[in-house]
């Protein structure tokens, strides 16, 4: 017999992971042993930090930007997987997301060569600018073995979380679990219907007291991410730095809009195409959004109070 909803209730799970703290809120039946779910997840997003975190000297990553030029490196699937989807994204963006930026992220103080946002020195920053560039990236004919050219430095920081958001959705489907909502630092994805029969929702980040009707977005078999200036950046003489960082110029993203959301079908291009758009900025950003079909949010603070402003997809979404 299968189980009633009813019999469900919602278990809420979390941990720390990426620098970050994840949380899982699942609906399962009440005699169901959390522990093992727990492990599993935790288990999941270490297995992701130790193949794509900049911050640990052993991982996938770290090895592969310390490598000599002109050498080769097999990379785990989900790393490909990863790198994938974020050479796709460079392309479809115009190369406004990039994971080459790691010696920029370094030289402005937002990655672990550099412990404080800070200016960088003019002179680093143009020897470094010339090992960046996904263009740069080459994979063997395999598509399993990826080339060092020579300084080239991943940052993979953008795109990471949604990916785990995404791996943690999957096993829990696999693992039996019929609705559950995901979040790694503030990506989310929902799958399923809570206990209750509800789809889950969640709130769209908007400009802190802004007096705007609150954005609410159901989250049915979807991922949403945001990006923006809003909870990393520095300010100096007055400029605000955001740590998104604009590949045509090497600094980091002037007057970034405060938060950008963007839905997709999963986590891990929600998260790219957030940072992509933070990136363009609220014209070129939406204009590119809208050709895409993408659906995405800029929420900015504009002279005369909070301005927002969503693409029909965005829109089509909020009606249903
Ligand atoms: P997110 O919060 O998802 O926008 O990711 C921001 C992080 O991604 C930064 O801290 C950097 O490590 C990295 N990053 C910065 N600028 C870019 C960019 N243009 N493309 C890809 N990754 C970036
Ligand atoms: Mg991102």
Request: charged content about 25%.
């Amino acid at each position: 017999m299968q189980e009633r909803p009813a019999a469900n209730a919602i278990a809420d799970l979390g941990g720390e992971t990426m620098g970050t703290t994840w949380r899982v809120r699942l609906s399962v039946p009440r005699t169901r042993a959390l522990r093992p779910l727990h492990d599993g997840i935790q288990e999941r997003l270490d297995a992701v930090v130790a193949q794509m975190s900049p911050w640990e000297p052993d991982s996938d990553i770290s090895r592969y930007n310390r490598a000599a030029a002109d050498t080769w490196h097999a990379l785990p699937p989900e790393f490909l997987a990863v790198l994938q989807a974020a050479i796709e994204i460079a392309a479809a963006s115009d190369g406004a997301f990039d994971p080459t930026l790691g010696a920029l992220v370094d030289l402005w103080g937002f990655g672990p060569g550099g412990a404080h946002p800070r200016l960088p020195d003019p002179a680093a920053l143009d020897a470094a600018r010339p090992h960046c560039g996904w263009r740069r990236l080459e994979l063997d004919a395999s598509g399993t073995r990826l080339r060092q050219p020579g300084g080239l430095r991943l940052d993979l920081s953008a795109i990471a979380k949604g990916f785990g958001v995404d791996a943690v959705a999957a096993d829990l489907r696999e693992a039996g679990i019929d609705g559950a909502l995901v979040e790694v630092g503030g990506e989310l994805r929902g799958f399923g219907r809570r206990p209750d029969g509800e789809y889950w929702r969640v709130l769209v980040e908007a400009v802190a007291d802004a007096d705007e009707a609150p954005c609410v977005l159901p989250l049915d078999g979807c991922a949403v991410a945001t990006s923006g200036d809003r909870w990393h950046r520095f300010e100096h003489d007055g400029r605000r730095y955001s740590h998104s960082i604009d590949p045509r110029s090497g600094a980091p993203v002037a007057d970034a809009a405060a938060a950008v959301t963007v839905v997709a079908g999963d986590a891990m291009r929600a998260d790219a195409w957030s940072t992509a758009l933070t990136v363009l900025g609220p014209e070129d950003g939406f204009a590119l959004a809208a050709r895409h079909g993408l659906a995405a949010r800029f929420a900015q603070r504009g002279s005369g109070g909070a301005i927002s402003r969503a693409t029909p997809a965005f829109e089509r979404l909020l009606a249903e």
